[in-house]
Structure formats: structure tokens, C-alpha cells
């Protein structure tokens, strides 16, 4: 599997954006970019996806580079309740719907100063 | 619906005893994933199902684990002779290959004590 590689930690002011970053370097063709959160004591929960463009949900936005070796979660307003362990990580479509296995890294804990 | 849910939430054992864990999953979903979390570590994969086929099998899972999905509904994962390094919090998973749905929805987790 390729790996990404995110910081271990960031701080924000609430109502303030966040841009979480992770590299990708060794990505492939065929691997989508996905980015899930794990809130304290709760199962991780899916933020968002994509392969080549920029995505927009109502949790947040994924900014790909050119080269794809790179992305970057964008929360607009941080919240206290962003508070969390944030995963990149990278999976092969199967047949462009869902996918098999979630390969986490250490992810990035968000700490939210109010 | 309530989302995945897993049974029990905390299980504490002795070393040596065996242990089964349940997962049901959002039902109308075909696929089924078990993990397992470690303290300050990301999930890491054990297996996974489609209907009731077991797919994937990670090659770090001991032969003391077993997992079954046996009508395509719920799951049942198993540790045999439990061992403290046993001891994480096991999460299931459910996702659906129908539509073009992506995400993969998270139980709340079994934790296990191995002691």
C-alpha cells in the first residue's frame, strides 16, 4: 500500500480554517485520497474523498496537488468539535464504488483552542 | 437505523480464556470490515467480508482469530487462548458496493482487556 506521511499534531483557534497536510508521494494512478477523523472514544468517521479535483462536502474541502503527491483537508471554521485524529489515506477503487481495506496511519490530532 | 453496532463494548478476560465479539452492520450493507486499535495507533486491518465471503485476511492475524459472517448479516469475530497483546479496541465497519457509496461506517468499538 502507498503510505502518507501527516504531521503529528496541529493547533487551531476555534472559527478560525485549518489546512491539514499529507504527503503522498508514492500514490498511483488508480489510488483514491481519503480522509477520515476519529473523535475521542468514537470509531473514525468519514470526512471526505477524492482522486484528481478539488471536493467540497458540508464537513470540509480536499485540495489535490497538480502532481497528486500531496493534499490538504481544509475545515473552514474550526469548531471545538473538530477536536480529533485526522487520517489521509490512500485506497484503490474497486470498479468506482466503494473499497476494500482502510490502511491508517498515525493521523494528525487537532487540538481546538476556543 | 442506528448505525453499526457492536457487542459487548468492554470485555475483560483472563489470559487463556477465549472471547467472541458481534458486529451488526447497517443493513442494507453488503461489506463488513473488522479492525483493530491499539492505544495512540490508527486502526489496523484484520479482515473483511462481502455478503458472507471473507475476502481479505490480513497476514498479521494469528491463527487464534477467526471471524464469520455467516448469513451475510451480522459478524462474529473470535480470539482463541487470548494473550495480553490481545488486549486493543476491536472496531467493525460496514459499507455498501451498490450506488456510489465510499465511506466505510465505524461501530463505537469492543474494548478488550487481557489481563
Not at chain 1, 475521542?40 to 497528486?68: C, F, K, W
Not at chain 1, 481495506?101 to 487537532?110: A, D, H, R, V
Not at chain 2, 486499535?37 to 492475524?61: C, H, I
Amino acid at each position: 500500500d502507498a503510505k502518507t506521511t501527516q504531521p503529528n499534531s496541529m493547533e487551531s483557534n476555534e472559527e478560525e480554517p485549518v489546512h491539514l497536510p499529507c504527503n503522498h508521494s508514492t500514490i498511483s494512478g488508480t489510488d483514491y485520497i481519503h480522509w477520515y477523523r476519529q473523535l475521542p472514544s468514537q470509531g473514525p468517521e468519514y470526512v471526505i474523498h477524492g482522486l484528481t479535483s478539488n471536493v467540497n462536502n458540508r464537513m470540509a474541502s480536499l485540495a489535490i496537488a497538480e502532481d497528486r503527491k500531496s493534499s490538504t483537508l481544509i475545515l473552514h471554521r474550526a469548531t471545538l468539535r473538530d477536536a480529533a485524529v485526522y487520517y489521509c489515506i490512500l485506497s484503490v477503487s474497486a470498479g468506482g464504488t466503494s473499497y476494500g481495506k482502510l490502511t491508517f496511519g498515525q493521523g494528525t490530532i487537532l487540538t481546538v483552542h476556543p | 437505523d442506528t448505525g453499526v453496532s457492536q457487542n459487548p463494548r468492554h470485555k475483560i478476560t483472563k489470559r487463556g480464556q477465549n472471547v467472541t465479539f458481534r458486529c451488526d452492520p447497517i443493513s442494507e450493507h453488503n461489506r463488513l470490515y473488522w479492525y483493530r486499535q491499539t492505544l495512540g495507533q490508527g486502526p489496523e486491518f484484520l479482515t473483511y467480508f462481502q455478503n458472507e465471503a471473507q475476502l481479505e485476511k490480513s497476514r498479521l492475524l494469528s491463527d487464534r482469530f477467526s471471524a464469520e459472517r455467516p448469513k451475510g448479516s451480522f459478524s462474529t469475530l473470535e480470539i482463541q487462548r487470548t494473550e495480553q497483546g490481545d488486549s486493543a479496541m476491536y472496531l467493525c465497519a460496514s459499507s455498501s458496493t451498490s450506488g456510489a457509496s465510499y465511506e466505510q461506517y465505524f461501530g463505537p468499538g469492543t474494548r478488550l482487556t487481557v489481563t
